[in-house]
């Protein structure tokens, strides 16, 4: 079954008339993570005539916890940064998401990335609910240990509601293993026995889990690879943009140039570079390594680029692996690849992406195609609370086996439901969702 391009019904009308309110309503959810996320939902709502209590249920996060963290910094001065903690649903089980050290960080920001989380653990069928925290700092213009310090603080003012059975941080934008080795020792500390199962995303030698930092990148492109098996097309010479050189995209660019995939196009915060004739990927490797920008890449044909250009450069697979908000109604009519997978959570607006539906790109959303890092986070929590370590090629394996579960399921309903596979991904974890708030009740 060929996968929909098209999404069959038609997008909510856009409210042009009536009062001021709705107006901004629609301006907002263009730039408004939460606005959008909300928009997301109520499509879905409508399209399953979704039970009006679960979706009042679900327009609200079940728990937000916002606080000051006091650091003390290296010249002695203090400095006061804000921190979110936001789950937005526990129906199926304890809260999972990362945590984000951005300057850029907002409390909407982080309810639509724990909103997400519940989607995205939904769509794999993980026995988690959602949530996201998130740092407005920018974590460049700190040392070390004042990071340290931070991570610590912050770690100390909201564990009143994490823990391995209640809430499991792991990393996001500009945090990493380091940052989850001091959160787990902070925990820890205050619970007075090692925790473990507090984070994913750790360190192998306290307790984190093999393959678990590249399966983010590693689930996008099990994804590619199914659509492309699913559409009859060759993945072997295609060319690939990949917008965001961290995790989830030096991993995505990786495993796409070993299937043959031409990288033609890559950027970081800095810029980016663009050659026709593909880019070396150890290469770009090294750069970051050096702490330099991929944006540095010199070469016969080598052309620097923005990242709004590496957007619209020519390519076959677009793989936005940055922040959310880069596709938009300004930029989305200009992209040429015929694939977009998002590796980034949340980086088409709803106007892009009824754009991006006109254009026929085939789009694999964001709550699956990087679902492959919640999932490993999901399978190092297993290991933890077992205290037994499966081997890397079980850990591979059993990512394969069901992010590609994920993309039948959702291909199924779009081809059932002749809709998008957005919509589709959507439909298939508000259903999960709805049936575990319905089966469980509302207390009392
Ligand atoms: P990261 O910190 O490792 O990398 C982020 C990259 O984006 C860096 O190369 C940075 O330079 C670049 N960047 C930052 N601002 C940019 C901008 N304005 N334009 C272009 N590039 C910019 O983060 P990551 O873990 O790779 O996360 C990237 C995205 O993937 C985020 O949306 C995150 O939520 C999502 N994601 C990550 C994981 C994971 O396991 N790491 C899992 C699911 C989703």
Redesign the pocket.
Same mark, same amino acid.
Request: overall charge negative.
């Given at each position: 079954m060929p996968i929909k391009r098209a999404r069959e019904t038609k997008p909510a009308a856009p409210v042009l008339a009536g009062n001021g309110k709705n107006l901004v309503h629609c301006a907002l959810s263009e730039t408004n993570p939460w606005e959008g996320a909300l928009s997301q939902l109520d499509t879905v709502a409508k399209r399953i005539n979704l039970d009006p209590g679960i979706h009042k249920y679900l327009r609200t996060p079940k728990r937000i916890l916002m606080v000051s963290i006091p650091v003390q910094m290296d010249n002695g001065s203090v400095e006061i940064f804000e921190g979110y903690r936001v789950q937005h649903n526990l129906a199926r089980g304890p809260a999972k998401g &990362?945590i984000r050290y951005h300057p850029g960080v907002t409390l909407d920001e982080v309810k639509a990335?724990a909103f997400w989380m519940t989607m995205k653990c939904a769509v794999m069928g993980l026995p988690y609910g959602g949530a996201k925290g998130g740092v407005r700092v920018d974590p460049k213009k700190l040392s070390l240990k004042e990071l340290e310090r931070l991570t610590r603080r912050f770690t100390a003012e909201i564990s009143i509601i994490i823990g391995p059975n209640k809430d499991i941080p *792991?990393?996001?934008?500009?945090t990493n293993s380091q940052t989850m080795a001091w959160i787990m020792d902070t925990y820890s500390m205050g619970v007075g026995h090692s925790e473990p199962g507090v984070v994913t995303g750790k360190p192998i030698e306290i307790g984190g889990s093999l393959g678990r930092n590249e399966?983010?990148g590693r689930g996008v492109v099990y994804v590619i690879e199914q659509a492309y098996k699913e559409l009859g097309w060759n993945l072997r010479g295609a060319t690939a943009a990949i917008?965001?050189? &961290?995790?989830? &995209?030096s991993i995505c660019a990786k495993l796409l140039s070993t299937l043959g995939v031409k990288i033609v196009a890559v950027?970081?915060?800095k810029g980016g570079v663009y050659a026709d004739g593909g880019l070396d990927v150890a290469r770009l490797n090294t750069l970051k390594a050096e702490g330099a920008s991929v944006a540095n890449y010199k070469g016969p044909g080598v052309t620097q680029i923005t990242?709004e250009e590496l957007l619209e450069s020519q390519c076959d697979i677009l793989v936005p692996? *940055?922040?959310?908000n880069q596709i938009t109604g300004e930029n989305a009519s200009k992209i040429k690849a015929k694939l977009i997978a998002e590796? *980034?959570?949340g980086p088409t607006t709803p106007e892009a992406d009824r754009i991006l539906h006109d254009k026929k790109i085939i789009l694999l959303p964001d709550i699956l195609a990087?679902a492959g &890092?919640?999932t490993v986070s999901y399978f190092e929590w297993v290991q933890d609370i077992q205290s037994y370590f499966w081997k890397e090629e079980d850990i591979n394996n059993r990512l394969r086996e069901l992010m590609i579960k994920a993309f039948q399921a959702v291909h199924k309903i779009s081809t059932t439901e002749n809709v998008d596979m957005r919509l589709a991904a959507d439909i298939l974890a508000v259903q999960r969702v709805a049936q575990a708030i319905k089966l469980r009740g509302i207390y009392p």
């Open positions: &990362g990335l *792991a990393p996001d934008v500009y399966a983010t917008q965001g050189f &961290g995790n989830a &995209g950027s970081d915060s990242n692996a *940055a922040l959310e590796a *980034a959570n990087n &890092g919640v």
